[in-house]
């Protein structure tokens, strides 16, 4: 008899770390291995947030804290939302937690019941399906694709819905995808929502500030919608510090003291020392995340360019985040030598052991017939990877 619970036994492991790991553990066996499957900047904190964290350690900065984060810290982010998107929130409506994963989980914890209905449009991130199913939950996925820059239509949405569903979850700009809904495109899913008031949106924007000229709009900006949606952000990917573990939510109070209950009964206040840090990210210089960002949108150009040259590939034009997410179709069913590449599955790990490059396959994502690679890596990497990627693909038979 297994004494491991049910509720682990259901959850399937991170499809993205796995392949990370699989990557690592053939570099330690001597191959070389360009990893492309990992969401992380390759850029360093910028000095001035590494400068307050010595700070707050060496100011003795290292006692409990409150459970939703420090008073400070939470202005920072009520302000932050008032100058990007100009939403007005109270510093009682933040709640800081270990990462984004965290504070999308708590969300999840505190507001889904057995058998309520989450709408997740497909390509979505790999943990959202999990996250729900430890509430409890269901998934109802709805399917897009490139032709649709994979984004969920309004029709799609109010079909949808049906009287068991809690929540909508977006993610724009996307992971996997980079896509970004448009405010027309907000409007008019909003639209939907309006008609189904038991309705929440969980609106993942760990993303918002690595975009391409396409602005940033939330879903809580359109009318009626800012007491319906919770907002989740971090300071993992626009400031380059996904090790210091920082997220944080913006919620209806109602919802934000559920979280903080849940989060008090579970792992309290986060790292002092990062919510140190992360005051001097929000309310210092953001010139290093513009840089950051720039740089992105040089190496976006550079490998839409070459994905575009391989045969068979289908690639859209992300607008934000630091994803390709090409269809693969054209290569699956073809050979590598005597075993067929049936699936994405296959082909993510056909590029890994015969291209040593780390892919994901879109099927991790609810997207079969595509694969995931993260062009946050350097130029040079970059080039090497898609020639890598090219030559495995023109060996397929």
């Given at each position: 008899?297994?004494q491991?619970?049910?509720r682990l ?6 499809a993205?770390?796995a ?20 969401g992380?900047?390759d850029?360093?904190?910028p000095?001035?947030?590494?400068e ?11 006692h409990y804290?409150?459970?939703?984060g420090?008073?400070?810290l ?6 932050r ?16 937690s270990a ?24 390509p979505?991130w ?6 729900v ?5 269901k ?22 819905i ?13 992971n996997?995808?980079?896509s970004?809904?448009?405010r ?23 993303y918002d500030?690595i975009s ?7 879903m809580?900006?359109?009318?009626g919608?800012?007491?319906?949606t ?32 849940l989060?008090g009964?579970m792992?309290?206040?986060i790292s002092?020392i ?16 513009r ?10 150009d550079?490998?839409?360019a ?7 590939l289908k ?17 699956l ?5 005597d075993?067929v ?5 296959d082909?993510?790990?056909y ?7 780390a ?15 993260s062009y946050?890596t350097?130029?040079e990497?970059l080039?090497?990877a ?5 030559e495995?693909?023109?060996?397929l038979?």
């Amino acid at each position: 008899m297994s004494q491991i619970s049910d509720r682990l036994l259901s959850l399937s492991e991170s499809a993205t770390l796995a392949m990370t790991q699989k990557s690592r553990d053939l570099q330690a066996q001597g191959f070389d291995i360009i990893n492309l499957s990992i969401g992380e900047p390759d850029f360093n904190t910028p000095e001035h947030v590494k400068e307050a964290a010595i700070k707050a350690i060496q100011n003795n900065q290292t006692h409990y804290p409150p459970v939703p984060g420090y008073p400070e810290l939470r202005k920072a982010i009520v302000a932050r939302m008032k100058n990007a998107l100009g939403l007005d929130y109270k510093p009682e409506q933040v709640v800081v937690s270990a990462g984004g994963k965290h504070s999308l989980v708590n969300v999840i914890l505190a507001t889904i019941n057995r058998g309520d209905e989450v709408v997740l449009p497909a390509p979505y991130w790999v943990t959202y399906t999990e996250q729900v199913k430890l509430a409890e939950g269901k998934s109802v996925i709805v399917k897009t694709g490139i032709e649709q820059d994979f984004k969920m239509t309004a029709a799609q949405l109010e079909a949808a819905i049906t009287d068991k569903t809690r929540m909508l979850i977006l993610c724009s700009p996307s992971n996997p995808t980079g896509s970004m809904y448009s405010r027309e495109e907000l409007e008019s899913l909003a639209a939907v929502l309006r008609k189904h008031p038991q309705v929440l949106v969980l609106s993942d924007e760990i993303y918002d500030m690595i975009s391409y000229g396409q602005k940033h709009v939330s879903m809580a900006q359109m009318d009626g919608m800012q007491d319906r949606t919770i907002v989740a952000n971090g300071m993992s990917k626009g400031y380059a510090m996904t090790g210091w573990r920082m997220g944080y939510i913006c919620a209806p109070l109602d919802i934000a003291k559920a979280v903080n209950k849940l989060q008090g009964q579970m792992t309290s206040g986060i790292s002092t020392i990062t919510q140190a840090a992360s005051i001097a990210a929000l309310t210092g210089s953001d010139e290093p995340s513009r840089k950051m960002t720039a740089e992105f949108k040089k190496r976006r150009d550079i490998v839409k360019a070459l994905l575009d040259a391989i045969p068979g590939l289908k690639v859209n034009l992300p607008a934000g985040a630091f994803y390709f997410f090409p269809n693969v179709e054209a290569f699956l069913g073809k050979k590598a030598g005597d075993k067929v590449i049936a699936n994405s599955s296959d082909l993510a790990m056909y590029l890994l052991t015969e291209g040593h490059v780390a892919t994901v396959a879109g099927s991790a994502f609810g997207a079969e017939g595509y694969i995931r690679l993260s062009y946050a890596t350097s130029e040079e990497k970059l080039r090497e990877a898609i020639r890598r990627i090219a030559e495995a693909l023109a060996n397929l038979k």
